[in-house]
């Protein structure tokens, strides 16, 4: 597991009046995020008297993020966030679990989201192993043809035919190493195709 940090504020907002110190992250993949959270901690009171919290993602570049809020007559409100694509699940989810740790920190101490792991890393794991199996159904059938029951199986993005080709997988004799696995995620993940394939080599 991951040493965990020091979380010291890094920035501040006033809210009704009442400053918070908040805490600033980018989180960096194909696409990036910055989250801002903080809390007064607990005041003793309802809203009138209690503390404040605050929490703010914003998109720095190429997110996909739809952002709504809705408010009715009857004080009813609802804030809703669609994001798409893959690394915008996975920045989404670390920058929850940076809000989660920043807001246990400053009230109970206590921290409800510490995997042992983050969710990018879980992801790239999972392409390992896809691809693995990928190259071993490959060495044994010539063919590509199974390749999306095998990705169904690990819940990862798909790696094309042409893209499996131009990483060259097709020579792997043995068990492709996960760092390797890596560069050819973040060749699949990238968009922008500012990332040129990587070539296994035995």
Do not use: W
């Amino acid at each position: 597991m991951a040493k965990k940090e020091e979380l010291t504020p890094n920035s501040s907002v006033v809210v009704d009046g009442i400053e918070i110190k908040t805490y600033k992250r980018e989180i960096t993949s194909c696409n990036i995020i910055e989250v801002e959270v903080g809390t007064t901690g607990h005041m003793g009171g309802d809203a009138g008297h209690g503390g404040r919290t605050y929490l703010k993602i914003r998109n720095l570049s190429s997110t996909d993020m739809r952002p709504k809020a809705y408010s009715d007559n009857y004080g009813h409100n609802r804030v809703e966030i669609v994001l798409g694509g893959d690394t915008e699940l996975d920045t989404f989810y670390e920058a929850l679990c940076f809000a989660v740790e920043v807001l246990g920190h400053e009230t109970a101490g206590v921290d409800y989201c510490e995997p042992q792991i983050s969710h990018k890393e879980s992801q790239q794991i999972n392409f390992a192993m896809y691809i693995n199996e990928l190259c071993e159904y490959y060495r044994k059938n010539h063919t590509l043809s199974g390749k999306g029951k095998i990705r169904e199986k690990y819940h990862v993005t798909d790696i094309s035919v042409q893209q499996f080709f131009e990483c060259e997988l097709h020579k792997a004799e043995g068990y492709v190493p996960q760092d390797f696995c890596n560069e050819v995620y973040a060749y699949v993940l990238d968009t922008t195709k500012a990332i040129a394939a990587p070539k296994y080599n035995e």
